[in-house]
């Protein structure tokens, strides 16, 4: 007898949720409406004519043509290990090659980590408003997300005694994203000193998500195990952001040089051989980024210096709206002062349909629905983001104006 019942599908995919792609189903009904979208949503350089480096396609290229397409060690390939120990070393964290592992992307690093650190039932304290992944990690595995406070009227900064009080005996990992995605925040010395010593002294890893870290607009941030080498500190980034491809997914993790890590390194090498290797060609592209020419990192980071401040400038002006002046990558965070009752998903998806322009909804990222914070990505060229504020401006004058649903 044939059954015409759905397939059921495991619960954690109920926890796993993703709103920057999520939201895209909605953009594309509005395109078949005969609306343009203008897609703030997805921080992706490429999209906005944003070009990757020549001769990290050169290095790619040349390993494909060299017939460098077989699997890789699953760890990543030597060169492209050494060269990211090396850039490491000279920002002042030391770390050999053997603690360091290629991955697809930051993502994929951040998955092999927590997986290898976090039971179902732990707990992973994670900023709030924080990147989604962490969240959506988190539910597959079955561990708990535990937010702790950052503060929009303190430039987006993590409250550290919020942090302390979080901390309990079920804490497997502290994620501190620096500079930060999605609020463009980066942390002063003493704020990443007092992190540290809250990991050190729980002996809980504090994982460093240091994708933005060559993109703060007043030079590259060095990475947080510089201030403490000898803290339970993993570092991760990758070929994403400040070289410019994505798509490649491409990055790496560097487990701090502490014996205290020695097992959780042992736990995440295990982990990568069940998949094999990640992106084969690609891992030439790290030594050509990291060891070769770097000038698009100025043009790069003046660029967005510049749509951080148009993009501070307009906001502010509209009546309703505050947002945090970014000090790095190409995100920002604003506040719309919504009439009680009405959630920062309904002004967003408004905005969407009565305009195209596309951001993500704060509680995408963990903020309360009602608190009216949605994200903007910034890369757009700076008339097309004149265009775009001209229509956020008008549509949220009209938006506070309407009768209360
Ligand atoms: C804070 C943060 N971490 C990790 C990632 C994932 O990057 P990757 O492409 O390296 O996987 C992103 C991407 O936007 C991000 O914003």
Redesign the pocket.
């Known amino acids: 007898m044939r059954t015409t019942a759905a397939i059921p599908v495991a619960r954690r995919v109920s926890g796993f949720s993703y709103a920057i792609r999520n939201i895209v189903a909605e953009a594309r009904k509005v395109e078949a409406g005969g609306r343009t979208v203008r897609y703030l949503n997805i921080?992706d350089p490429i999209t906005f004519g944003f070009a990757t480096p020549p001769h990290m396609i050169e290095a790619v290229v040349r390993a494909m043509r060299d017939g460098d397409n077989g699997y890789q060690p699953s760890v990543g390939i030597l060169p492209a290990r050494e060269a990211v120990a090396d850039e490491l070393t000279r920002r002042g964290m030391p770390v050999s090659a053997d603690r360091v592992l290629i991955t697809?992307?930051?993502?994929?690093g951040?998955e092999l980590a927590l997986t290898a650190l976090a039971e179902a039932g732990d707990e992973v304290l994670v900023p709030s408003p924080t990147?989604p992944?962490y969240t959506a990690v988190l539910a597959k595995i079955g561990a708990r997300a535990v937010f702790y406070r950052t503060d929009p009227d303190n430039g987006w900064l993590p409250d550290i005694e919020d942090v302390r009080r979080q901390v309990s005996s079920a804490t497997r990992a502290l994620v501190v994203?620096d500079p930060?995605?999605p609020t463009g925040a980066t942390y002063p010395g003493e704020l990443r000193q007092a992190l540290i010593e809250i990991a050190d002294r729980h002996n809980i890893p504090l994982l460093a998500?240091e994708?933005?870290g060559d993109l703060a607009y007043d030079g590259a941030v060095p990475p947080m195990a510089s201030l403490y080498p000898d803290a339970p500190i993993i570092s991760?980034?990758?070929l994403?952001?400040a070289y410019l491809a994505?798509g490649w997914?491409t990055?790496w993790m560097a487990v701090g040089r502490t014996d205290r890590l020695d097992d959780v390194l042992s736990a995440i090498k295990k982990l990568a051989d069940g998949r094999l290797c990640s992106t084969g060609p690609m891992e030439h592209a790290i030594v050509a980024a990291l060891n070769g020419d770097r000038s698009h990192e100025a043009g790069f980071r003046a660029a967005l210096r510049a749509r951080a401040e148009l993009t501070a400038a307009r906001l502010n002006a509209i009546d309703g709206i505050t947002t945090v002046k970014p000090a790095a990558a190409f995100y920002a965070m604003p506040r719309v002062a919504l009439p009680p009752g009405v959630t920062d998903e309904q002004y967003v998806l408004a905005l969407l349909r009565e305009t195209g322009v596309l951001c993500v909804y704060g509680s995408g990222f963990g903020t309360r629905p009602e608190e009216g914070f949605f994200r903007v990505v910034f890369l757009a060229s700076l008339q097309e983001l004149t265009e775009i504020y001209d229509l956020v401006a008008g549509f949220t004058g009209d938006f506070l104006a309407r009768p209360l649903p």
């Open positions: 921080g697809a992307g930051t993502s994929e951040i990147y992944l994203i930060n995605n998500d994708v933005y991760f980034s990758s994403s952001k994505p997914r990055g």
